[in-house]
């Protein structure tokens, strides 16, 4: 059974920094591509940065040079360095595999963590 667990998430004000952490359980994480995702109210569920198994990194442009996702398999753990954060960060936050179509590839979210930025 997948269990995927988000934790780091809180509230900052507008330029502050979070280093929100995802562990993983339940697939073989070295094998997987891992991202992560956020939703804010009223909005759907956006990819925000992923890595590849061997370490490259894509990001949306909206987040493009504010945060870094990195991996530690040993860890079994995802993590997302966010910089200079604006208050459209504000989101639930939310890791998972992805897919050969490039969509999550379980459907089994986790808890997620809540990401406040304010102005």
């Known amino acids: 059974q997948v269990h995927l667990v988000e934790s780091g998430g809180g509230l900052v004000q507008a330029g502050g920094s979070l280093r929100l952490s995802c562990a993983a359980s339940?697939?073989?994480?070295?094998?997987?591509?891992m991202g992560w995702y956020r939703q804010a109210p009223g909005k759907q569920r956006e990819l925000v940065a992923r890595i590849t198994i061997g370490g490259n990194t894509y990001y949306a442009d909206s987040v493009r040079g504010r945060f870094t996702i990195s991996r530690d398999n040993p860890k079994n753990t995802v993590y997302l360095q966010m910089n200079s954060l604006k208050p459209e960060d504000t989101a639930v936050y939310y890791c998972?595999?992805?897919?050969?179509?490039?969509?999550?590839?379980?459907?089994?979210w986790g808890q997620g963590t809540q990401v406040t930025v304010s102005s």
């Open positions: 339940g697939i073989i994480f070295r094998l997987n591509v």
């Open positions: 998972n595999a992805i897919g050969a179509g490039g969509s999550p590839k379980y459907g089994g």
